[in-house]
């Protein structure tokens, strides 16, 4: 019997405000939650004020939904809302069990007990291009990208996660724990321009800084790794009601396992110290933060600007959802509209 769904409602709201008019503007949003086997949207709309010159929904080159907007004329200020309802169903790998998490944040249970996963050398290996057969989607993550470098430094950080012959998914719950106990969460400390290395030397930083150090980490050692964006179901104190705007737009990342359940990846989220599972809502993946901001673009003019983001994740009873009828992830968004993340992803 198939576990039950959990289903969402989802307000991702951005504002920019300018200080003098933006005469021309281009936009990309990756702001529609793909759809994947543990996924389903039901429904979901972008509102965009004032309304676009045009726009455009496609995939781009991981299949991720986006959208592209164009302003041709003068603006002070740019609102952008997107509202989803979907539905996420259990996805830990088989055989994963649960004991109560470890480390200084307060974080959900921890899946402890992984099954068994070759060795992370032979998934190395496998990898490798040579006279075999290459798993092209896995292998382009296994390289340099904007905000990730492969340099020996991570390579030598991971080391004591990833001593000889053990297995891939054990190694990577280690550099999960380890990056989880030595780094602390600091939204002063970095900006996205900061450098992964950086990161590393100050240990300090947000979501999307510790799925970097992590990815930097697995790709040095010559594994494949990919981020994921998304947001995350934060749970209020006992006795205080759910605030609007108060969540967050989260970031993780995900290693390629080629023999487990046939091949797959699996999540780990270094910020929390645990594999997200239906608290965890996709949004998009790449190859790190550049590959999918939620919303990111070009102006002519606008001098300085304020910039408001505000998430709100709720959880909704199961029977709500019967109302949303399903939409093509491409196509969901509004031509017409008014529409973010807990680290601004502009």
Known sequence: MQPPAIPYHIVHETVYRYASPVSLSRQLLHLTPRNCSWQRTLAHHIAVEPTASWTDQRLDCYANPVSDLAFEFPHRSLEVRAESTLEVLPH?????????????????????????????????????????PVTLSAAEFQFESPHVRVKHEFAAYAAAAFTPRRPLLAATQALMQRI????????????????VLSVLADKRGVCQDFAHLMLACLRSLGLAARYVSGYLLTTPPPGQPRMIGADASHAWISVYCPEV?????????????????????????????????????????GD?????????????????????????APGAAGANARWPVGDAGT
């Open 92 to 132: 830990l790998p088989a055989g994963t069990r649960a004991t109560p998490a470890s480390g200084r944040r307060t974080a959900p249970p921890l899946p402890l007990c992984l099954p068994d996963s070759p060795p992370w050398e032979d998934v190395r290996a496998a990898l490798a291009y040579g006279a075999r």
């Open 180 to 195: 989880f106990d030595e780094f602390e969460f600091d939204p002063e400390a970095t900006t996205i321009a900061t450098p």
């Open 261 to 301: 359940e046939g091949g797959r990846w699996v999540d780990f989220d270094p910020t929390n110290n645990l594999l997200p599972d239906t608290q965890h809502i996709t949004l998009a993946w790449g190859r790190d933060f550049a590959d999918v901001s939620p919303l990111r673009g070009v102006i002519l003019g």
């Open 304 to 328: 300085e600007h304020e910039l408001a983001v505000a998430v709100t994740v709720t959880p909704l009873a199961a029977d709500s959802t019967a109302d949303a009828a399903p939409k093509d």
